[in-house]
T-cell receptor, first 110, second 115 residues
Framework: QQPVQSPQAVILREGEDAVINCSSSKALYSVHWYRQKHGEAPVFLMI?????EQKGHEKISASFNEKKQQSSLYLTASQLSYSGTYFCGTVKTGANNLFFGTGTRLTVIP | NAGVTQTPKFQVLKTGQSMTLQCAQD?????MYWYRQDPGMGLRLIYYSASEGTTDKGEVPNGYNVSRLNKREFSLRLESAAPSQTSVYFC??????????????FGPGTRLTVL
């Protein structure tokens, strides 16, 4: 039930854009995005719900394709502070718990 | 507010020893969770509690037990530690009953090594 994330790792220069993808083989109720810096706890970024509702930080952009069970996180004009590992978590329809992907390591360099 | 706190921060055990990881939250959340994080594996749910007095198994419950002591506290017990339980353990909490549509707040983690 673990979602699949791509790419596994990406390196950006400051100001560049990136897209992180998350896909599931199950019908989904919601997709959650978290960022974790090295040695720290994961921090919430956004939730995308079936039906179009979104909850999260205004500066974060993401999409949820309910038909394809796919979500994408869009990081624009990247800053050094964006570096970290991004995890998507999915909740399948009828369930109550998150299954996390294995993460995408994002490194932003000057 | 402290958010979610975990003790201890680090622990080294010998195979067969037992220990309890403690977690507390001060946000009046109904739901609490225990995850483990291994390199390359992401976060995997061990147990969760959707409300005070209830607990349910997650993805990887074998070798663990939990207690929801009250609304604030949720402990994880390893009865007989094994090297395969070497991991970083995170406790989290969220509002509502379950994690399907609410933000989860994570504690700082406990780094456990079993020799």
């Amino acid at each position: 039930q673990q979602p699949v994330q791509s790419p596994q790792a990406v390196i950006l220069r400051e100001g560049e854009d990136a897209v992180i993808n998350c896909s599931s083989s199950k019908a989904l109720y919601s997709v959650h995005w978290y960022r974790q810096k090295h040695g720290e706890a994961p921090v919430f970024l956004m939730i995308l719900l079936k039906g179009g509702e979104q909850k999260g930080h205004e500066k974060i952009s993401a999409s949820f394709n309910e038909k394809k069970q796919q979500s994408s996180l869009y990081l624009t004009a990247s800053q050094l502070s964006y570096s970290g590992t991004y995890f998507c978590g999915t909740v399948k329809t009828g369930a109550n718990n998150l299954f996390f992907g294995t993460g995408t390591r994002l490194t932003v360099i000057p | 507010n402290a958010g979610v706190t975990q003790t201890p921060k680090f622990q080294v055990l010998k195979t067969g020893q037992s220990m309890t990881l403690q977690c507390a939250q001060d946000m009046n959340h109904n739901s609490m969770y225990w995850y483990r994080q291994d390199p390359g594996m992401g976060l995997r749910l061990i147990y969760y509690s959707a409300s005070e007095g209830t607990t349910d198994k997650g993805e990887v419950p074998n070798g663990y037990n939990v207690s929801r002591l009250n609304k604030r506290e949720f402990s994880l017990r390893l009865e007989s530690a094994a090297p395969s339980q070497t991991s970083v353990y995170f406790c989290a909490s969220s509002d509502g009953a379950g994690g399907r549509y609410n933000e989860q707040f994570f504690g700082p983690g406990t780094r456990l090594t079993v020799l």
